[in-house]
């Protein structure tokens, strides 16, 4: 199993950040997959999830109506769009095979002026 993000950077209050998780290794287009989040002093937060066939996405309260997932099973990818990002979205960014222990090596956004 091989799971790889890109896409983190720093971006000024309100902007755009779209993140991409290429995975390999494993079924793709039955497996579920989640978007995490974590600040150093913080625990790791679940930002998001969606189904294998895209069928069932949720969201964590905090990114709700400004963070999408996305995914594209043909190209074995997951996306997350951010926008309107404020500063409180500042962390690693990680791709996680929804229920297993398997997680990319994670991309770092920052948002600040």
């Known amino acids: 199993v091989r799971i790889v993000e890109s896409g983190g950077g720093l971006v000024q209050p309100g902007g755009s950040l779209r993140l991409s998780c290429a995975a390999s290794?494993?079924?793709?287009?039955?497996?579920?997959m989640t978007w995490f989040r974590q600040d150093p002093d913080e625990e790791r937060e679940l930002v998001a999830y969606?189904?294998?066939?895209?069928?069932?996405?949720n969201y964590a309260d905090s990114v709700k109506g400004r963070f999408t997932i996305s995914r594209d099973n043909a190209k074995n990818m997951v996306y997350l769009q951010m926008d309107s990002l404020k500063p409180e979205d500042t962390a690693v960014y990680y791709c996680?095979?929804?229920?297993?222990?398997?997680w990319g090596q994670g991309t770092q956004v920052t948002v600040s002026s």
């Open positions: 996680k095979i929804a229920g297993s222990g398997y």
């Open positions: 969606i189904t294998g066939d895209s069928g069932h996405i």
């Open positions: 290794g494993f079924t793709f287009s039955t497996t579920g």
